[in-house]
Each structure stands twice: as structure tokens, then as C-alpha cells.
Nanobody, 122 residues
Framework: QVQLVESGGGLVQAGGSLRLSCVAS????????MAWYRQAPGNQRELVAG???????DYADSVKGRFTISRDDAKSTVYLQMNSLKPEDTAVYYC????????????????WGQGTQVTVSS
């Protein structure tokens, strides 16, 4: 059974940084494509960034140049380094196992963590 556990969220001022972590178990992590999504109150869950098993990355336009997704297969962990945070980045952040088509994340395979709250104050 796939289990995903996110951590690293918190309260930060605008312009600050956070690093989120997601530890996976129950999967052969190195072959799976992973992604971070976020959901703000009243909004749909949206893709933030994805990374293939081979390390190819995909980002939402709203976070390009500010966020970096990476993975450590030895630790079965995917990271999201978030810099230059803005109040509009406030959301619950989730990691997921995803499908990738033509180097773009095409959707979740249905495995989600419990999420970690990120709050950016102005």
C-alpha cells in the first residue's frame, strides 16, 4: 500500500523560504513520477511541480523561477524548495504519485498524502 507523508509547512513572511518534504513507502520509489499539488480554501487542487523518475521537471507558470522540485531516491523522498514566497502561495500542499505524458504531468494516480499547511503573511 502506498503511503505518502508530507512535512515542512509553516508560517512564513512574504519573501521567505520553506522546504517541503514527502516521504513515500510501499512503492519502488525510484521508478515513480512524483508531484506537488496545492489547494487553497475555495479553490480546486492545482499542480505546482512534478518530477519524473529520471529527473525531468515540470512547473506551473505561477511558481517557475521560485520553486524547485527534487528527489532523493535513496531516501524515497521528494522535496519542494519554495523561495520568494507570496501570500497567494498560501495553501495546503500535497504530494502525489502521478502520470507523465510528453514530459508534462497529466494527473494523479490517486495516491495522496495528508497535506502540509503553508501560510505566507504579507
Amino acid at each position: 500500500q502506498v503511503q505518502l507523508v508530507e512535512s515542512g509547512g509553516g508560517l512564513v513572511q512574504a519573501g521567505g523560504s520553506l522546504r517541503l518534504s514527502c516521504v513515500a513507502s510501499g512503492v519502488l520509489f525510484s521508478i515513480y513520477n512524483m508531484a506537488w499539488y496545492r489547494q487553497a480554501p475555495g479553490n480546486q487542487r492545482e499542480l505546482v511541480a512534478g518530477i519524473t523518475g529520471g529527473g525531468i521537471t515540470d512547473y506551473a507558470d505561477s511558481v517557475k523561477g521560485r520553486f524547485t522540485i527534487s528527489r532523493d531516491d535513496a531516501k524515497s523522498t521528494v522535496y519542494l524548495q519554495m523561495n520568494s514566497l507570496k501570500p497567494e502561495d498560501t495553501a495546503v500542499y500535497y504530494c502525489s504519485v502521478v502520470n507523465v505524458v510528453n514530459r508534462r504531468v497529466s494527473g494523479s494516480l490517486g495516491f495522496w498524502g495528508q497535506g502540509t499547511q503553508v501560510t505566507v503573511s504579507s
